[in-house]
Every structure is written in structure tokens, then in C-alpha cells.
């Protein structure tokens, strides 16, 4: 008797993986910012001269600054294999046909941040690779937000990044979107002790050019905080806003003002390079909830009643 064989079609990927498989990848992508800014604050960023290994090995980590900079691309590879899976996972879920384009741009900024990466490293840290890198960063930090995002929502439901936001929401994305890459180039020129009074410059014995940095970073704060807050705030007033984002607008809320406090302190105590650290590992978490709440206005109002947050076992797809 021959047995024919039968080849099994493969299981769709749970969409409960999908979400921690998201979640995984925006916590990382934090920590990976994070771990950057100290790397960048404590001035290690040449600390492996090679790329992608320190030495063209294993890579020394007998110092301090090779130990840093390793460990950032070691994150590094863990963020780019966690967004590779994640695309994959989305690939094999029928349920998830919504977070295919997103998945897919997350994967090609992944791609441009390490070709960043290695220019930044041939450049011997030139302030300009480096701002760049970070603006691609932050690029990936928040489309990663919005896939994570758009994990727990319901496929039916109808989601347009160009007819769903508000005007209101668009200028305080790029609001925020400006002042972390200002707060960068602040860095980057030396310039996050130009001032040691806030809000306003009493007196500086800097360079005027150092100063006029600070200043404009300082300007692009004053402008985007308000748009952030405005936008919050009318979200919060709005009668359709649901429970998520109305928890992700109040936390953005309490992550600006935490930001303001500590940008204040890194200006006033500038010898506390550490704040810098925090300064930026403040702005990461507020960017990506930020664009977490922007995601979820994204939504069709129309589709209120069906955009709940759903539940993985609510979500995910049963083959019968």
C-alpha cells in the first residue's frame, strides 16, 4: 500500500505573536536610542574604529569605549533581526494585511539606519552622519510605534494615515519630530552648554554661533510643546476619544512636562553630562507615545464602535 503524501499548509502566525512580536521590537528600538545616547554622551562613539566588528574579529571590549559602542550594534542586531520576524510574521497572517506596509517601511529605514551607521563610523563621527543617523532612528522608533499600535486594532477597521489625523496632529508630530533633532544637533555641536540660565540666555561667554544653536533649539521647544499639548489636550475634551488614548495622551503629558524639567536641569547643571542621557531617553519615550496617540486617530471616527483594542484572542485567526 503506498501512502501518498500529503504537504501540510503552514499554520497562519497567531496574531498574538504579532503584538509581542511588535511590542518586543518598539522597546528595543527605545533602549537602542537610549543605549546610543550614552554612547554619544560619554564619547564612544569611535570606541570600535571597524565596522561592523570593533576589530575585525570578536571585537575588543577590554575598555570602556569599545564595551559601549559593541554593545550598541549588538542591539542594534537584535532591533534589525526582532523587525525582519516581525515583517515575516505579518507576511503569514491574513489578519494582519494592515500592518504589511508598515512593516515593510519599518524594515527599509532598518536597512538605511545601518548603512547610516557604517557611514557614521568611516566618517570618524562627523556631527552631520551623526544627526542623520539619529533622525533615522527616530524615523524607525516611530514607525515601529504605529505598527505596534495598529497590532491591537481590529483589521475591519478602517485606518488612513492621510485622511484620519487632523492638521492639529500632523504639526505636532513634526513639532516633536523637530525638536528631537534640534535637541541632537544641540549635541552634537557642543552646544548643550552654551547657556547655563533658562528658559532665556542672561549671559553666555560662548561663541555667538553656539548660542544662536541653543536658542533656536530652545525656540523649536517653546513652538512644539504647544502644538503637542494643544493636540493632546483636544483629545482629551473630545467626546469619541476611547480609553486608549486617553491613558497614551495623559502619559505624553506627564513625558513632556518630565522633559521640560530635565531639559531645564541639563542647561542649568551642563557638568551632568548624564542628563543629556536622560534628556534624550525622556524624548524617545515621549516620540514614540506621541505617535502612538497619533496612530489611534488615525482611525475612521465612523468605526468607533468596532476600533477597540482588541484582545489577542479576539484577534487572532482560527483556520477551520
Known amino acids: 500500500m503506498v501512502r501518498s503524501q500529503i504537504r501540510r499548509a503552514p499554520r497562519d502566525v497567531p496574531m498574538r505573536w504579532i503584538q509581542a512580536v511588535a511590542l518586543a ?32 574579529s570578536q571585537g575588543s571590549i577590554s575598555s570602556f569605549h569599545p564595551l559601549m559602542e559593541e554593545s550598541h550594534r549588538f542591539l542594534a542586531s537584535v532591533v534589525t533581526i ?20 508598515p512593516s515593510l517601511v519599518a524594515v ?4 538605511l539606519q545601518i548603512v547610516l551607521g557604517a557611514v557614521t563610523v568611516f566618517a570618524s563621527n562627523a556631527p552631520f552622519t551623526v544627526a542623520l543617523h539619529l533622525l ?32 492639529l496632529a500632523w504639526a ?21 552648554s552654551a547657556c547655563a540660565s533658562w528658559p532665556v540666555c542672561l549671559h553666555s561667554p560662548v561663541a555667538a554661533g553656539l548660542l544662536i544653536i541653543q536658542m533656536t ?12 499639548v494643544a493636540f493632546l489636550v483636544t483629545l482629551l475634551r473630545a467626546r469619541r476619544t476611547d480609553r486608549a488614548e486617553r491613558v497614551l495622551s495623559l ?35 515621549l516620540w514614540s507615545t506621541v505617535v502612538a496617540v497619533f496612530a489611534l486617530s488615525a482611525r475612521d471616527r465612523d468605526d468607533f464602535s468596532s476600533s477597540a483594542l482588541s484582545s489577542p484572542s479576539a484577534s487572532e485567526h482560527v483556520p477551520t
Open 25 to 56: 521590537t518598539t522597546f528595543s528600538t527605545v533602549a537602542l536610542i537610549i543605549l546610543g545616547s550614552a554612547v554619544r554622551v560619554t564619547d564612544s562613539g569611535m570606541g570600535c574604529r571597524g565596522w561592523p566588528l570593533c576589530t575585525g
Open 82 to 101: 526582532l523587525v525582519i520576524v516581525l515583517a515575516l510574521c505579518v507576511r503569514r497572517n491574513p489578519r494582519a494585511s494592515h500592518l504589511r506596509g
Open 108 to 111: 527599509g529605514v532598518i536597512i
Open 136 to 167: 533615522a532612528a527616530a524615523l524607525f522608533l516611530g514607525v515601529v510605534s504605529v505598527v505596534a499600535v495598529a497590532a491591537f486594532l481590529e483589521p475591519e477597521v478602517r485606518w488612513s494615515l492621510r485622511h484620519g489625523p487632523t492638521r
Open 172 to 192: 505636532a508630530v513634526v513639532g516633536l519630530f523637530l525638536i528631537v533633532i534640534s535637541g541632537s544637533v544641540v549635541v552634537n555641536a557642543g552646544a548643550q
Open 217 to 228: 533649539h530652545r525656540s523649536i521647544v517653546l513652538v512644539g510643546s504647544v502644538l503637542v
Open 251 to 285: 502619559v505624553a503629558l506627564g513625558l513632556l512636562v518630565t522633559q521640560i524639567l530635565v531639559g531645564a536641569m541639563s542647561a542649568i547643571w551642563s557638568a551632568h553630562t548624564e542628563l543629556a542621557d536622560v534628556h534624550l531617553a525622556v524624548a524617545a519615550l
